[in-house]
């Protein structure tokens, strides 16, 4: 069974600094893997997708890379701000149509 | 283009009650998954609908159920609520094109609290 795990769990930095989350699966026969950021009770947001056959995807501020062959992925936030707290999560999808998500990593950006 | 929509956002019952909860998927996606997020166990994958066929389930009990109609749009109906079925609710919509490499887009979520 895929099991996902996100570390670290929770994280606190100041305003303006490079981070890097990590996400890592257990079974690489995988299709695609997506981040997405969640604010406290809502729903989720995609941030990037990358396909299986692809290494690294970005948007903006945002570049997520993924090693399928060692089961890991990394998002990247360039020069954080206030806005960018949130809990990340990442999910895999896998043969079925449906997402096998991590625990989650609470990002909290202090001003 | 609007996004995907769940009624209603927040819902009470009690232990025993059965609950039905809606979605609206993005227009032109034909495919539905339900989630369930909670947090002892995150977010789980309840089933997905495509086509008015449930095509994918995840290791849920019998009380939970769900349909799709030939608009798409999508219930899922919990039986017998117990009170660990307190939870965010999420549905999401996608394509679903053959090769189920396209994204999913996220509902806001119902909020089911049971008493």
């Known amino acids: 069974k895929q099991e996902v795990t996100q570390i670290p769990a929770a994280l606190s930095v100041p305003e303006g600094e490079n981070l890097v989350l990590n996400c890592s699966f257990t079974?690489?026969?995988?299709?695609?893997l997506q981040w997405f950021r969640q604010d406290p009770g809502k729903g989720l947001t995609s941030l990037l997708l990358i396909q299986s056959s692809q290494r690294e995807q970005t948007s903006g501020r945002l570049n997520a890379s993924l090693d399928k062959s060692s089961g890991r992925s990394t998002l990247y936030i360039a020069a954080s701000q206030p806005g960018d707290s949130a809990t990340y999560l990442c999910a895999v999808k896998t043969g079925a149509n449906n997402l096998f998500f991590g625990t989650g990593t609470r990002l909290t950006v202090i001003p | 283009k609007a996004g995907v929509t769940q009624t209603p956002r927040y819902l009470i019952k009690t232990r025993g009650q059965q609950v039905t909860l809606s979605c609206s998927p993005i227009?032109?996606?034909?495919?539905v998954s339900w989630y369930q997020q909670t947090p002892g166990q995150g977010l789980q994958f309840l089933f997905e609908?495509?086509?008015?066929?449930?095509?994918n389930k995840g290791n849920f009990p019998g009380r939970f159920s769900g349909r799709q109609f030939s608009n798409s749009r999508s219930e899922m109906n919990v039986s017998t609520l117990e009170l660990g079925d307190s939870a965010l609710y999420l549905c999401?919509?996608?394509?679903?094109?053959?090769?189920?490499?396209?994204?999913?887009?996220f509902g806001p979520g119902t909020r089911l609290t049971v008493l």
């Open positions: 227009s032109g996606h034909r495919s």
């Open positions: 079974d690489s026969a995988i299709y695609n």
């Open positions: 609908y495509f086509s008015e066929t449930q095509r």
């Open positions: 999401a919509s996608s394509l679903a094109g053959g090769a189920y490499t396209d994204t999913q887009y």
